[in-house]
């Protein structure tokens, strides 16, 4: 379709102001091909979503450039000529011919193609102007994010040999840390990272960023353990003291849990109680060797030591504890069912059975069993359920009657 002929002011405004996006399109492109993003891109040794990504930017600016040229020709030509009609047909008709990917296919006599595909569609110079516009602004923006992922990974990166850098200065380090490791590690994720920082800096957490992660935790860990040990060997002797006073609380507890264990034994038959550990005994036995671990500079072992002479002192101080309440709770078991015989008695007397003879000797029983040392417990408790079994049995006969 021919469009209406341009006055020779309409086509120096239309020319104008094509002229006005090629300048800013010119400016973009160079933009794009001095991008630190694009530059990344260009590289060799790249994987995964970087790779894909590398090479749709690498087709995406071959399409680019090609158009931007042809509308650089289009342009010149439309700039050269005089010829109302031309300028016209330049600056208001399809003349750039696309193929099916975007490239600009050149038309020679006849319409035939000499371009490397078939004609898909045709375009006006201002429509390739206004899609090549939209186009660099998305791809600026494209190179930015990637440009954004290598700067996150090299950062990421320099974090975690930083971490390294400071435990290999060390000088406790030597001998307590496996440096040689962590280098192999970091260098084989390093690799990996920044042949692939696209993926690393996706949402989605990546195989390489949980490397990464575990690697940045195990530094930490390691150098919060050389700060312990540095701790350690200006102030174990205090240490050893702290440990030796809850070792004695552990000796403590045992004591107690064997002096209830001994009147349990007395007074309550077949008890069933597990044996009272010696833990403070090998507890002291472990710290008394402490001092030839500090003497042999030894500290990691030493810390490794001493943070588990206090773990096991605080669970072995618990465990007596527990035995020493389970031993005080069969007493107390005892007492309260003591106490419900004699509620059971006097509700018995309340309700006119104080003599019967069937309770009272279901009471004796009962009595005879929880009074006499060592008591044999189910027995008492058997015997006391029964009494209480017997009242409510003789309550209920004589409120219906029957």
């Known amino acids: 379709m021919t469009a209406p002929q341009l006055t020779r002011d309409e086509s120096k405004q239309a020319l104008a102001v094509l002229s006005a996006a090629y300048d800013r399109i010119a400016t973009a492109m160079f933009g794009l091909d001095s991008h630190a993003g694009l530059r990344f891109l260009r590289g060799s040794g790249l994987a995964g979503a970087t790779a894909q990504v590398a090479e749709h930017v690498k087709v995406l600016m071959s ?5 931007f040229s042809a509308l650089s020709q289009h342009l010149e030509r439309a700039r050269a000529t005089d010829d109302l009609p031309e300028l016209t047909r330049l600056l208001r008709e ?19 193609t000499a371009g490397a595909g078939a004609v898909a569609r045709t375009v006006t110079l201002t429509g390739l102007a206004q899609s090549l516009e939209t186009t660099t602004t998305e791809l600026a923006d494209l190179l930015t994010e990637v440009d954004t992922a ?17 435990l290999r200065a060390d000088p406790a380090t ?16 390093r690799d990996l990272a920044l042949a692939d920082p696209v993926e690393l800096a996706r949402p989605d957490t990546s195989p ?40 004695d609380r552990v000796a403590a507890a045992e004591q107690a849990a064997t002096e209830s264990y001994r009147v349990v034994r007395e007074k309550i038959a077949d008890p069933g109680l597990p044996a009272v550990p010696a833990a403070a005994a090998d507890l002291r036995r472990r710290l008394a060797s402490a001092d030839a671990l500090a003497r042999a500079d030894r500290w990691g072992r030493l810390a490794d030591e001493l943070a588990a002479i206090g773990t096991a002192a605080g669970e072995a101080r618990a465990y007596a504890e527990r035995l020493r309440r389970a031993a005080d709770g069969l007493l107390d078991r005892r007492t309260e069912l003591r106490g419900r015989l004699s509620a059971y008695r006097a509700k018995a ?10 309770l009272s000797e ?8 929880l009074y006499t040392s060592p008591c044999d417990l189910p027995a008492a408790t058997r015997a006391v359920f029964r009494y209480q079994q017997t009242l409510a049995n003789l309550i209920d006969r004589e409120e219906t009657g029957s």
């Open 208 to 247: 390489t960023e949980q490397r990464l992660d575990r690697l940045a935790a195990d530094l930490t860990a390691a150098a919060e353990r050389q700060a312990r040990i540095a701790e350690l060997r200006d102030h174990h002797p205090q240490r050893i003291a702290e440990l030796t006073e809850a070792v």
């Open 94 to 112: 399809p003349v750039v011919a696309l193929d099916g990917d975007g490239f600009p296919v050149d038309l020679t006599g006849g319409g035939a």
């Open 362 to 369: 279901r009471h004796r029983e009962a009595y005879d069993l």
């Open 150 to 166: 290598v700067s996150t990974v090299a950062n990421r990166l320099a974090e975690v040999s930083d971490a390294l850098g400071k």
């Open 349 to 358: 007397a309340r309700s006119g059975f104080g003599e019967h003879p069937e």
């Open 174 to 189: 030597a001998g307590e840390v496996d440096l040689d490791q962590f280098e192999t590690t970091l260098a084989e994720l």
């Open 63 to 67: 399409q680019l450039w090609a158009q």
